[in-house]
């Protein structure tokens, strides 16, 4: 069976979702092709469960890319407010949590629901359960799925990343590029736990699920946040934000007491040095079995004011080298992914193979935690849908 259409959307995630309703929009008749047996699936588990879907404070910064200037275009033409716009014309009832990240009230569903009216408003065909077998071109683009054939002369390649596995992440984007020979920068786990070598895991990760406030910095990038010790290395949003910049056998610096002096009361002459002083001090800053075990690995030889100087530089700047992340099954995003160098900026289509456009989670832009992926999502899916 032959299916005629002017564009074909490989994904039903936000990226390609936000893309078919933009073209149907303007009268394109849009395929919307996803292997799963429902579309969404990877938001409906974000946010906890409530889709952290935009952020307030979406910048270009907070991006990671080898062309940094890249995303640049297509964040100012579909800014967080146009989402919000059109989430509030749906009376869908959201909160701000923190650091500007939006999230539903009730859950993700609110905005799938959302999402799947404006589909039907734009008259987006939507295919499921599609195996893909191969893409050919000459003319137009045929995608072959099973006894089906997919026609139109565009084609938009929404499929995701890596990440997650478990609930269908493949390699079908980068494979695509490749075939039609669009360069790729290396993919790997992005806003991913980090796990600790033996050494520092026997020492610490008996200590897990403690958490506490941190500033943690790598390669020039640094997040405040909360830091979590996990049964394998750490996580929590800080490390999550930080494993998207660290690369094998880096170390990351720790700071353990943000804009504080711990060792502040050894000013005082009055103040006895000994540990049972020290431990208090540092027990003001960290959670109390975090602060014993990690003065317990940093213990001074002595009370000296250089030593206690000295502790006090550690304390802000704890080293730690990973052995490595919690993979692909961990990580909320894939970062590298299609060179931008082979893409418009404007439009999302390839330089070299005109009518193939790349969108979202599969090209070279990676945001930060907090809702900043979906808005890469909605605006290069905005930017394909109205350039197509």
Not at 1 to 8: E, S, Y
Not at 14 to 34: F, N, P, Y
Not at 244 to 253: G, V
Request: charged residues 20%; contains cysteine.
């Amino acid at each position: 069976m032959i299916h005629p259409f002017d564009v074909l959307v490989v994904g039903g995630g936000a990226a390609g979702l936000m893309c078919a309703i933009e073209a149907g929009k303007r009268g394109r008749r849009v395929a919307l092709l996803d292997h799963a047996d429902r579309i969404g699936k990877k938001f409906l588990i974000s946010g906890g469960g409530r889709c952290n879907f935009t952020n307030l404070h979406c910048t270009p910064e907070n991006f990671l890319s080898s062309n940094p200037h890249f995303a640049k275009s297509a964040l100012s033409r579909y800014a967080p407010a146009d989402f919000i716009a059109l989430v509030e014309q749906y009376g869908i009832p959201y909160h701000e949590k923190t650091l500007g990240q939006l999230f539903c009230d009730r859950s993700a569903h609110d905005i799938l629901d959302m999402l799947e009216s404006e589909c039907r408003k734009a008259k987006v065909s939507v295919f499921l359960n599609v195996k893909i077998d191969r893409v050919d071109r000459s003319n137009e683009f045929v995608v072959y799925g099973g006894d089906t054939e997919f026609r139109a002369v565009s084609l938009v390649v929404a499929s995701g990343g890596l990440s997650i596995p478990k609930i269908g992440a493949t390699s079908f984007g980068y494979d695509l590029a490749r075939q039609f020979g669009l360069a790729i920068r290396q993919p790997r786990p992005a806003l991913v736990p980090l796990t600790l070598g033996e050494a520092d895991r026997s020492r610490y990760c008996d200590l897990a699920g403690v958490s506490t406030e941190v500033i943690v910095s790598c390669r020039g990038q640094q997040f405040r946040e909360k830091m979590l010790i996990t049964h394998r290395g750490l996580s929590g949003p800080a490390i999550l934000q930080i494993s998207s910049y660290w690369e094998e056998s880096q170390p990351i610096l720790i700071d353990v007491a943000p804009g504080s002096e711990i060792m502040a009361a050894f000013r005082n002459p009055k103040v006895s040095r000994n540990l049972t002083v020290l431990r208090a001090e540092l027990r003001k800053f960290l959670p109390q079995r975090l602060s014993d075990r990690w003065l317990d690995s940093h213990m001074p030889e002595a009370f000296t004011n250089a030593s206690l100087s000295a502790l006090e530089k550690e304390a802000h700047a704890w080293t730690i080298t990973p052995s490595g992340t919690e993979g692909y099954g961990k990580a909320e995003v894939t970062s590298g992914g299609i060179d931008t160098d082979e893409l418009s900026a404007k439009t999302m289509e390839s330089r070299k193979v005109p009518g193939l456009y790349f969108i979202g989670e599969v090209v070279d832009v990676t945001g930060h935690l907090g809702g900043f992926n979906f808005q890469w999502a909605w605006a290069s899916g905005a930017a394909a849908g109205r350039g197509l």
